[in-house]
Every structure is written in structure tokens, then in C-alpha cells.
């Protein structure tokens, strides 16, 4: 019988197949995941020559690497990864990772070693902030150190020849993109987190993922094939008849509810007694536009602005963020509103024209909002760009800010939008009469001030990554504080429960726009508190709405009051689960 490890499910699906091991940074001296090659042309050896040229030229071909792994994705309108790999060409790049690499080979290390010993000392920082998405960025610095490394030393990663699934202590978003398509079956990983980025690029290729698996590198080190269930978590090292005939019955059994799903596609949806519940597609860049629209969403919870932002060296004008906000609008026209997140930068998205002082917690710091305090033009400008759009568009605009903390905050936020529509009317554009402005709860001091801020704006937005983070005081990348991690503990579940009542009170809808909108487990018990509106990733979407379909009202309310008096989150997904048994999701029936 093949050897069971219980993980955390991180991307959903059932994979199995051979493994493909893959060794970290390291590996060049190991001799175990990378194959000599002839490589980069910027390949300077093991420093032969001038070091400091040597490592100046190979972070250039990395940053030249990354740009082109970003360009890619975003043809294949996955905007979220392009990101990633956005914000990894910057770092190849740092100047403050250059110098210290550069100080270390001046002062006699090997090229290599010192830029090892520089990445080494910028993740550290990273990783030692209480952060998931901080802990994120530490390991983006490592994959990007590693990959200047390679190329110096004219080394290239040898992928799988046939397709497998990857094994590693933590597999780095720019290696999982290189594998040639096809060839990456699934990822199980002996560290990470269901946010970690390799994670987020298995949901965007459709394939299972496994994370926080103890002892998986050692264990799977004579191993040579493996089986991994995304959903459960589950990953069984050399699957015998039995496991295999297990696995296939439940890959059977998941395309059959996909299957079921699916039908259910382009449908308004709601429970089986004809309760509605709006689904939005969160988007980070007009490319997503039409996968949104495919899967049937209603609208758009959240449109990510950053990528406006990012890899520049200045701020983006008013005039460059009108056109792709104006093809966004346009796409879902008037009927189908479009949520604007306003830039959430600044924190760990520090960039060069902010200039903002170095920070011990950036993310907890000058951000989002704040940003005004330091720089009011940069999201006053904004603004009257998505004005503008939206006249272009002839559509009322929908707007909401994130990291708000206060009332003072909220107030503030008006102030802008106000200020920037007397502000656009000088650009001849028509504008629209009104923009709907709301505001993002994932600050527990926003939630708990939920009934004030409730009378100031036109709608919440539930961030739920962030509250649950905040909440728990836990750091998501850490496996240990898994238990801590999850969105449906019953002490997040009664903030959201505070959020919608106080919502109710001044008469204005509660979305959800975090990752537990995604979840049916999670759609289900958030419908059941009154959420009004879902809002995920578009490959979500056909789950959510069955797993809606599937139940009645009174069904949900029930849930959610036991969930409220519950005292951990596994007993309230195992409740949710009961009403997920595996079934034929039903015809909705109308409300007359």
C-alpha cells in the first residue's frame, strides 16, 4: 500500500502520475534539478572575469526573463500570474539587492554566494514580518536570486520529459510557468499555503494542488509516482491498485458534479426556493474581461487596479488610466456593474515614485487609503480617470477602497471622489451623474464600526483573506497556524455576521470579495448570513452556483446559526459539507 500524507488542499482536482522532484536553490551544488546547459547568453560562469559586471548583467537577462514569463501570461488573459512575474522583474533589478550582492563580491565572495547571501537577506525580512502576502515576496526574492544564479553559471532547470506532478519544499512561480504546457499535471508542496503563488498558477491551469505536506521532499525521495487530491488534501506516494481505483472513482465523481455545474451556466443564480444571490468575477486587468463574462458572472465584485501601477518609474497619468478602465466598463456595459478597486499599493507594493520612508510592517503600513495622507494626487487622479471612463462607457462607475480603518478614512474617500468629479469636468468628457462608493472590510476595526460606516456609503466589500489574517493574528504562509487560517472560523463568521447586520440597518448590500466567495463550503455559510453578492475567480463560479441550487433558504439560515455558535472552523465546514453531499444541483424555482 502506497504511503498516505494528509496536506492542505490548495487548488481542486485529483491528479496522479509520475513524480518530478524539485530541489531548491541549492540544487546547482546538489547536481539534482538542474541540468548543465548552454543557457543564457549572459552566463559569466562561476564569476570568471569582472564579478560585478557578471552579476549586474545576469539580474538584466533574469528581469528580461520575467518580463517575457509576465507577457505570456497575460496572452493567455491570466492577469493575476502576470503580476507576479511583473513584480519579479522589479526585484531582479532592486537596488538594494544589487548592492548587497555587489558589496559581497567586492569584498571577495564568489559572484554566486553573494548573490545567494543578498536574496538570502532580503527574504529573510519579508519572511520575518507577520504577512502572508510579505511571505509571498520572501519567496519570489529566493526564486529570483536563484535564477540570476543559474544564469551565471549557465545552468538551466531540468524539466520533466513526460507529464508529472511536481514535488517540492516550495516550487517557485517562475519554474511552475516554465514547465512546458502539459507537462505539470499537479503541485504538492512540503511547505506553502493555499495563497502561495504556485498555488494560485495550479487554479489558473486547472490542475490540483497540495500544500503544508510534512516530510514530503524526504519521503518522496525513493518514490516514483503519486497521486494527489486537491480538494482533501490528500497525497499517497507510489498509490497501489486500491488507492488508484479510489482516486479515478473520485476524479469520476468531480468531472460528473462539474459536469452538472456547467448546465447550470448563464442562469440567474439562486437556491432551489428561489432565493437570489448575485456572483461577480473578481479581474485584474481588462484581458479577463471575456473569461468573466464566459462563466456567467453578473458583473464584477473586483477589478484590481495595480497592474496600472506597476513596473513604471512614474505614476501612471489620468489620461493613461482612462482607456483601460473605459474597455472594462464597455465589456459589462450598464446592466452589469464593474467594482473599482482603487490602487492598493504602497505596503509591500512599495514603488519607486511613491518615495515613502522604509517601514518595519509595510503592509500594515502607508497603503491603499494612506496613501492620500503622503500623496492625495495619486488616487484623486485615479478617480477622475474612472469618471471619465465611465462616461465614455455610459455606465454609473462602481468604486471601492481598501485598508479602511475608521470613519475618518470613509469620510475621506467621499471627499476625493467629489473632488476629482468637479475636477474632470474640465476634460470635456461627459460624466455620469453619480459613482456608487463603497468600502472594503478587512480591518477588524472596520467591522466593527460596520453601522457608521454603513450610514456613509453605498455598499461593503468583505475581504475576507485580510480579516481572517487580522482576526487570527496568524500568518497564513506558515503551515503551523493552518488551524488558524481559515475563513470560516466561527470569530470571522460572526465579524461578517456584524458587517451584514449593520449593512441592513442603513439599507445597503454586502459582497464578498475574498477567497471564501470562492468556495462552495464557503458560499453556502456566507449566503446563509445574508451576504448579498459573491465575488471570486471565474473558474469558481459553476460550483458556487450549483452548490447554491442545491439547497433552500431555510437551509442556510439554519447553517449559519450554527456556525455562529460553533467554535472552530472544521466543525462548520464539516456542517457545510452535509449540505454538499454529492447530488443533482436542482432547477432553481422563480420567485413570482
Known amino acids: 500500500m502506497g504511503r498516505r500524507i494528509a496536506g492542505t488542499p490548495g487548488a481542486d482536482g485529483i491528479a496522479v502520475g509520475p513524480l518530478w522532484r524539485y530541489l531548491a536553490a541549492e540544487s546547482p551544488r546538489r547536481g539534482a534539478s538542474f541540468g548543465a546547459s548552454a543557457g543564457s547568453g549572459a552566463s559569466a560562469g562561476s564569476g570568471a572575469g569582472d564579478p560585478v559586471a557578471a552579476i549586474r548583467a545576469a539580474s538584466a537577462e533574469a528581469a528580461r526573463q520575467l518580463e517575457a514569463l509576465a507577457e505570456r501570461m497575460r496572452g493567455l488573459d491570466r492577469a493575476d500570474e502576470a503580476g ?78 513526460t507529464p508529472s506532478i511536481a514535488v517540492a519544499e516550495d516550487l517557485p512561480p517562475s519554474i511552475a510557468a516554465e ?9 504538492a508542496l512540503e511547505g506553502g499555503s493555499p495563497t502561495a503563488h504556485a498555488v494560485i498558477l495550479a ?13 514530503l521532499v524526504e519521503a518522496a525521495g525513493s518514490a ?13 506516494l507510489d498509490p497501489d491498485q486500491s488507492q488508484l481505483a479510489d482516486f479515478a472513482a473520485r476524479a469520476e465523481a468531480l468531472a460528473a458534479s462539474s459536469r452538472a455545474a456547467a448546465a447550470l451556466r448563464g442562469r440567474p443564480a439562486a437556491t432551489a426556493d428561489g432565493e437570489r444571490v448575485i456572483l461577480l468575477a473578481n479581474i485584474g486587468g481588462p484581458e479577463e474581461t471575456a473569461r468573466a463574462l464566459e462563466a456567467g458572472a453578473e458583473g464584477v465584485g473586483l477589478f484590481r487596479t495595480e497592474f496600472l501601477f506597476m513596473r513604471r518609474q512614474s505614476a ?7 482607456e483601460p478602465y473605459r474597455r472594462v466598463f464597455e465589456a459589462f456595459g450598464p446592466r452589469r456593474p464593474v467594482v473599482v478597486r482603487l490602487a492598493d499599493i504602497g505596503g509591500d507594493k512599495a514603488l519607486p515614485y511613491l518615495d515613502l520612508p522604509p517601514e518595519a510592517n509595510p503592509f500594515l503600513g502607508v497603503r491603499a487609503i494612506r496613501l492620500a495622507a ?6 484623486a487622479a485615479q478617480l477622475r480617470a474612472i469618471w471619465r471612463a465611465a462616461g465614455r462607457a455610459g455606465v454609473t462607475p462602481h468604486v471601492m477602497a481598501p485598508m479602511v480603518a475608521t470613519v475618518a478614512d470613509a469620510r475621506l474617500l467621499l471627499e476625493l471622489r467629489d473632488e476629482a468629479r468637479a475636477a474632470a469636468a474640465a476634460s470635456g468628457d461627459p460624466l455620469p451623474e453619480r459613482m456608487v462608493t463603497g468600502v472594503m472590510i478587512e480591518v477588524p476595526s472596520a467591522a466593527i464600526l460596520a453601522p457608521e460606516l454603513a450610514r456613509l456609503v453605498d455598499f461593503f466589500s468583505i475581504g475576507t483573506n485580510d480579516l481572517t489574517q487580522y482576526t487570527m493574528a496568524a500568518d497564513r504562509s506558515n503551515p503551523a497556524l493552518a488551524y488558524l487560517q481559515d475563513a470560516l472560523h466561527p470569530a470571522v463568521l460572526r465579524l461578517i455576521a456584524g458587517v451584514v447586520a449593520g449593512a441592513d440597518e442603513a439599507g445597503i448590500p454586502v459582497a464578498v470579495c475574498g477567497e471564501l466567495a470562492g468556495e462552495p463550503a464557503g458560499a453556502l455559510v456566507l449566503a446563509g448570513l445574508g451576504v448579498d453578492e459573491l465575488s471570486a475567480d471565474a473558474g469558481s463560479l459553476d460550483r458556487v452556483r450549483a452548490a447554491l441550487a442545491g439547497v433552500t433558504r431555510p437551509q442556510l439560515a439554519d447553517l449559519a446559526k450554527r456556525a455562529l455558535a460553533a467554535t472552530d472552523a472544521a466543525s462548520v465546514r464539516a456542517m457545510a459539507g452535509e449540505l454538499l453531499a454529492p ?6 424555482r422563480s420567485r413570482a
Open 84 to 161: 507576479i512575474f511583473d513584480a519579479q522583474a522589479l526585484m531582479a533589478t532592486d537596488p538594494q539587492l544589487l548592492d548587497e550582492a555587489v558589496a559581497r563580491a567586492e569584498a571577495g565572495e564568489d559572484p554566486r554566494t553573494a548573490v545567494e547571501g543578498a536574496a538570502a537577506v532580503a527574504s529573510g525580512v519579508l519572511a520575518a514580518l507577520p504577512d502572508e502576502l510579505l511571505a509571498a515576496r520572501a519567496a519570489d526574492v529566493r526564486d529570483v536570486g536563484a535564477r540570476i544564479v543559474r544564469i551565471m553559471m549557465g545552468q538551466d532547470v531540468a524539466f520533466p520529459e
Open 179 to 187: 514547465i512546458p504546457a502539459g507537462l505539470l499535471l499537479g503541485v
Open 203 to 215: 487554479r489558473g491551469l486547472g490542475i490540483p494542488a497540495v500544500v503544508g505536506v510534512p516530510g
Open 224 to 236: 516514483t509516482s503519486i497521486a494527489v487530491d486537491g480538494e482533501s488534501g490528500a497525497v499517497v
Open 316 to 322: 501612471p497619468s489620468e489620461d493613461e488610466q482612462v
Open 374 to 379: 503622503r500623496s492625495r494626487e495619486l488616487l
Open 583 to 588: 447530488r443533482e444541483p436542482r432547477e432553481p
